[in-house]
């Protein structure tokens, strides 16, 4: 057993060939140099934030722009859903112009009376509802467009190409032509301008032989030749 040696103090194991006096600017240089690399750590964590930012601006704009691909593709499905129900409704429409023309053709005849007129008026009602219009009037112009010349006429009172019979009836949906009005059109009378001009030449020229006699009577009257005798 060891007894301790009062008022013996442990001092630091200093190297050979030096003093105590050298520890303390070697301790003095480790807490100088801790600041540096706190500034090295720190300018690691700006890059990585940097990179982190970089990141997630990329990831931002792969959203918006997925979102906007989505938005184009809901409208184009929605605008296909549109044309492709369009045509469904016109083709079945087309189906059933025969029948509408039958019907026509019974009220024109006074034949449309009865259960057969209220069956009639139902199927007209909802093919309204379902967007379908007649069209074709006697006296509108003709339209290529919309109207299909079956018969063809000359007539002195028109002075335009004119619708003045309907066949039958043209049908739309919308702005879509389903069938064009079938007419009959009349022109104007290829003569008819030109008659009345042509008549007055006639008249001119008739003038000035009426106007010569009349100055050969007046000479003679004048001379007293004629009369006198």
């Known amino acids: 057993m060891t007894e301790e040696t009062p008022g013996?103090?442990?001092k630091p194991d200093v190297p050979?060939?030096?003093t105590p006096d050298?520890?303390?600017p070697k301790a003095a240089s480790e807490e100088g140099a801790a600041p540096a690399g706190d500034a090295s750590e720190n300018a690691g964590l700006v890059a990585q934030l940097d990179q982190v930012r970089t990141a997630l601006n990329e990831r931002t704009a792969d959203l918006q722009r997925l979102q906007a691909e989505y938005q184009n593709y809901r409208r184009r499905v929605e605008r296909d859903r549109v044309a492709v129900k369009e045509v469904a409704?016109?083709?079945l429409l087309s189906e059933l112009l025969p029948v509408l023309d039958d019907i026509g053709r019974a009220r024109e005849h006074g034949e449309l009376v009865?259960?057969?007129k209220s069956v009639a008026e139902s199927l007209e009602t909802v093919i309204a509802k379902m967007g379908l219009q007649q069209f074709g009037k006697e006296g509108e112009p003709f339209d290529p467009t919309i109207h299909e010349a079956l018969m063809h006429s000359y007539a002195p009172d028109v002075t335009e190409t004119t619708c003045v019979a309907i066949l039958q009836p043209g049908y739309r949906i919308g702005?879509?032509?389903i069938r064009p009005a079938r007419v009959a059109v009349a022109e104007?009378?290829?003569g008819a301008q030109t008659a009345k001009p042509a008549e007055e030449n006639t008249e001119a020229q008739a003038d000035p032989a009426e106007n010569a006699g009349n100055a050969t009577d007046a000479g003679n009257?004048?001379?007293?030749g004629p009369d006198e005798g």
């Open 8 to 10: 013996f103090e442990e």
């Open 16 to 18: 050979s060939g030096a």
């Open 22 to 24: 050298d520890a303390e």
């Open 89 to 91: 409704v016109a083709n």
């Open 114 to 116: 009865g259960g057969f």
């Open 175 to 177: 702005e879509r032509t």
């Open 188 to 190: 104007p009378q290829p």
């Open 221 to 224: 009257k004048e001379s007293g």
